[in-house]
Structure formats: structure tokens, C-alpha cells
């Protein structure tokens, strides 16, 4: 009798458990996301702060949220990235947005030419939490996706293999290749041909002359060994281009607070990272090369700098076109008030 009630005091005792565990909420387990580029490591200047915002996440987020991380096309191509956001190949992409803006034509803000006078005010003009930040989002949310980060512009400059561009006229008869519809538009208004090569066939396309000149970064420049190929570049830039970090909206939405404010911290810490990062690298490691290449840079003097914004302001009207009524027009003015 006594080993008969040892054993059913053991019995109570388990299911006491079993029951008092059952009544405490199950502990949440680690959210598994996955972020997708084509950008590889061999951008040196970018890639860094890019690997920033799923590290920042991980580092701060371990035990509610780990993000894997696959760059370089490895899971999705450049083309692939939004539709395979839509369908759940990938969580989170970055997307450079001249690739989009097609599709989401309020991303233009970031390429109109000679809008944003360095890369300084377009992180304060972009950033998380801005005005123009929160009416691009307002744009893009039509369309069931939000950046939850941005870098500030990339400045574009027009490189010619043989000819120097020092007036609008002296891009007649030129083929600049270009990689988005404001930077053809802006070829259009100068007067030159703009056209579509891969960056991969870009080398080729300039020393066989299929093209003359290329509008691009400094960065295109380096990591294609343009350099050794175009003789020269105009400045300023008549051209930029950024990058933003997307969410489908339901997904974003699908988040708590505490991770959403997490990927908000990250996507500010990256943002941080290319002005700190970045800039600093393209003015000490990659002009340097280019000039060393004997690039010659074609500076310009402010009437020189006049003739081509008063050419280039049509690319301006064109773009609010492109949008509904009166959102074309608040951009601008938030991007330049």
C-alpha cells in the first residue's frame, strides 16, 4: 500500500506539472528571415555597410530574429529580386532603384539630376523617419512593399573614351550607356543616345566603340576596370542613383514592435555606415586610381554647369508625369526646401 501511494503521489506530481506548464505561454521561438542582392563583396566600398544591416540585426535581435544573409545573386538576380520578394523566395531585398523605378515611379526622387547638391544632404533628405522618406513609403505602400532603410545618393558623371564633354552639344551623335529610365531621359535632353549594355559587357562595349561613354559611378568605374578604357569624366554629376531595403508591406505589418523597431536601428546604422564608410573610401582609394590611370576630369565652370541644368529640367517635368498630381511636386520641394 505504501509503494501503491509513493507511486501515486509521483503520478499527481506529474501531472501537476504538466498542467502548470501547459498554462505558461510557450516561448517564442527565433524568427528566421532571409535577405537577398546581387551586390558581391568585391564592391569594397559598399558591400561593408550593406553586410552591416543583417549583422547589426543579428548581433542585437539573437533569440527573436536572425537574418541570413545571400548577396552576390546567389539566391535571386538582379531582375528576380522584387518578384521573388513578392512570392517569399526572399523576406528582404536591396534593390538599387533606377532597376524599379519603372515600376515605382516615386524612386525617381533619388536620380534627378543635379537635385541634390552632395551625398551629405541626400542622407538628410532621405533618411528613415524624414518627410520624404515617409511620403516615398506612402507611394510604395500602394504597391504592398516599404523600404525599412536607405542609403544616401550615389552621384552618376558622364565618362567618354575619346571625346570631351564639356557642353551639351558634345554629346551629338554619342552612345552613353546608361542604366534607368531618368538617365536616359538625361542622355535624351543633352542631345546624346542613350543605351542599354550589361555592366558586365560594359569593358567590351567601350573598346570595341559599340559605346562612347557610359553614365555611371565612380564605383562602376573601379569595379569593371573601366578606367583603363575612358579617357575622361564630366563633372558634376548629372546623374544619381541610391538604394533602399525592401519589405512586402503584409510582412513588415507581420512583425512586432520590438523587431520592427529593431530593423529601423539597423536600417539607420547602415545608412550611418555609407557616409562614414564610404564617401571616405571613394576620396581616399578610388579617385586616386582613377587618376592614376590618367582619367582627365573635365571640370566645369558655372555657366558651363547653367547650360546643362537649363537643358536638363525637362527630365524634372517628365518625372512629376510620371506620378499622380501633385506628389511629383511635393517630393522636390521636400528634397530641396
Known amino acids: ?5 509513493f507511486v501515486l503521489l509521483v503520478l499527481l506530481f506529474i501531472c501537476s506539472t504538466l498542467i502548470t506548464m501547459g498554462q505558461q505561454p510557450a516561448m517564442a521561438k527565433e ?30 535581435g539573437k533569440g527573436k530574429v536572425h537574418i541570413e544573409h545571400f548577396h552576390s545573386g546567389t539566391l535571386l538576380k538582379s531582375e528576380e529580386l522584387i518578384p ?6 526572399a523576406d528582404i531585398i536591396l534593390q538599387l532603384d533606377s532597376a524599379i523605378m519603372g515600376t515605382y515611379p516615386i524612386l525617381g526622387i533619388t536620380e534627378l539630376p543635379l537635385l541634390y547638391p552632395d551625398v551629405g544632404t541626400s542622407h538628410e533628405k532621405l533618411k528613415i523617419g ?11 505602400a500602394k504597391k504592398d512593399i516599404i523600404a525599412v532603410g536607405t542609403w544616401p545618393v550615389l552621384f552618376q558623371y558622364i565618362w567618354t573614351k575619346d571625346k570631351p564633354v564639356r557642353k551639351p ?7 552613353i550607356r546608361v542604366a534607368g529610365r531618368v538617365e536616359a531621359a538625361v542622355i535624351k535632353a543633352l542631345g546624346g543616345a542613350a543605351t542599354t549594355t550589361s555592366s558586365a559587357e560594359l569593358y567590351e562595349a567601350l573598346q570595341r566603340g559599340t559605346v562612347d561613354g557610359v553614365m555611371c559611378t565612380e564605383t562602376t568605374i573601379i569595379s569593371r576596370s573601366l578606367q583603363d578604357v575612358v579617357k575622361y569624366v564630366t563633372k558634376p554629376p548629372l546623374g544619381a542613383y541610391s538604394g533602399q531595403i525592401y519589405m512586402r508591406r503584409d510582412k513588415w505589418e507581420s512583425l512586432s514592435p520590438d523587431i520592427q523597431k529593431l530593423f529601423i536601428e539597423s536600417g539607420k546604422n547602415s545608412a550611418k555606415g555609407f557616409l562614414e564608410y564610404s564617401v571616405p573610401f571613394w576620396n581616399t582609394k578610388i579617385w586616386p586610381t582613377i587618376r592614376k590611370a590618367g582619367v582627365k576630369e573635365i571640370a566645369l565652370t558655372k555657366e558651363e554647369q547653367q547650360e546643362f541644368k537649363k537643358r536638363v529640367e525637362p527630365v524634372w517635368d517628365w518625372w512629376k508625369g510620371l506620378l499622380p498630381p501633385g506628389v511629383g511636386e511635393k517630393a522636390i520641394k521636400l528634397a530641396t526646401e
Do not use: C, V
Not at 568585391?42 to 542585437?60: C, S, T, V
Not at 552639344?169 to 552612345?175: I, N, S, T, V
Open 1 to 5: 500500500m505504501k509503494k501503491i501511494g
Open 31 to 60: 524568427l528566421k528571415l532571409i535577405f537577398a542582392h546581387y551586390i558581391p563583396p568585391a564592391y569594397k566600398d559598399l558591400f561593408p555597410p550593406i553586410q552591416g544591416f543583417p549583422d547589426y540585426i543579428n548581433e542585437h
Open 84 to 89: 521573388g520578394l513578392m512570392q517569399g523566395t
Open 130 to 140: 524624414s518627410p520624404l522618406y515617409q511620403l516615398i513609403n506612402q507611394e510604395l
Open 169 to 175: 552639344e558634345d554629346l551629338k551623335g554619342l552612345r
